[in-house]
């Protein structure tokens, strides 16, 4: 199970689940694609969050690595789902921890880091979320907070 996602250069974006997130990896994909860098779309996940792996039984809980497994191939739907340019080349990578602990982390190798305004956790109507206050206040590269289309 990887702990910690390194990559070097290329443009990095969070991605949730939620809509803003979405909207961000639309944006990065675009950006991507006309400078000709790869696409990094990071999912951090626990096991609070994570999909239910096919393992998963009752009286028994699958090791980590299921887990893991089992969020890369949700990301993987949820950003096909996307239609991305075909010229973007995107990596898609899970993180077991934090999100804006596991972006900043990542980001140390990127060129840019994206996310959305806000993501699926926290409380409506504020103006970030906390995770995009927290990268954009501690990021060691350029940082985008896309915003949502059409409200939140």
């Known amino acids: 199970m990887r702990e910690k996602v390194t990559?070097?250069?290329?443009?990095?974006v969070g991605h949730d689940g939620s809509k803003a997130s979405s909207e961000?990896?639309?944006?990065?994909?675009?950006?991507?694609?006309?400078?000709?860098?790869h696409l990094h779309v990071l999912r951090a996940w626990s096991l609070t969050n994570a999909p239910r792996p096919a393992s998963m039984k009752?009286?028994?809980?699958?090791?980590?690595k299921d887990f893991e497994e089992a969020v890369l191939a949700q990301l993987a739907r949820?950003?096909?789902?996307?239609?991305?340019?075909?010229?973007c080349t995107v990596d898609l990578h899970a993180a077991h921890g934090q999100s804006s602990a596991k972006l900043l982390e990542a980001a140390e190798g990127?060129?840019?880091?994206?996310?959305?305004r806000r993501g699926a956790g926290?409380?409506?109507g504020l103006l970030?979320?906390?995770?995009?206050?927290?990268?954009?206040r501690h990021s060691p590269c350029p940082v985008v907070v896309v915003p949502v289309k059409n409200g939140d």
């Open 128 to 136: 970030t979320g906390s995770t995009a206050d927290q990268v954009v």
């Open 24 to 37: 961000a990896v639309a944006w990065a994909s675009r950006h991507a694609a006309r400078l000709g860098v």
């Open 122 to 124: 926290g409380f409506r």
């Open 78 to 87: 949820d950003v096909e789902a996307l239609h991305l340019p075909p010229d």
């Open 7 to 12: 990559i070097d250069g290329g443009i990095l």
């Open 58 to 64: 009752p009286g028994y809980v699958p090791p980590e």
């Open 110 to 116: 990127a060129e840019m880091l994206v996310v959305g």
